[in-house]
């Protein structure tokens, strides 16, 4: 059974960092595509980031240079490094993968002040 959980979001003000990370169970986190998407109200979810298993990353054209995936194999984790946030960052984040469907966190609210 996969199982997907984020944690690490929170209130923080305009400029400052957030890490988000998506803890993994029933799935190797290097053997998959994992993905972070996000969803501000009133409008649709949406890629932040992803993870190719052989490392590779792609970034939303908004976040590149600022936010940064990762994933610790050892931890079975992957992560979201989030920096120079903007009130516009301001959702809910989830984490994704997709084995035989997609499966999706409950989600972690990061929320940022201008």
């Known amino acids: 059974q996969v199982q997907l959980v984020e944690s690490g979001g929170g209130l923080v003000q305009a400029g400052g960092s957030l890490r988000l990370s998506c803890a993994a169970s029933?799935?190797?986190?290097?053997?998959?595509?994992m993905g972070w998407y996000r969803q501000a109200p009133g409008k649709q979810r949406e890629l932040v980031a992803r993870i190719f298993s052989g490392g590779s990353t792609i970034y939303q054209d908004s976040v590149k240079g600022r936010f940064t995936i990762s994933r610790d194999n050892a931890k079975n984790t992957v992560y979201l490094q989030m920096n120079s946030l903007k009130p516009e960052d301001t959702a809910v984040y989830y984490c994704n993968t997709y084995e035989f469907r997609d499966y999706w966190g409950q989600g972690t609210q990061v929320t940022v002040s201008s």
């Open positions: 029933g799935i190797i986190v290097s053997l998959k595509a």
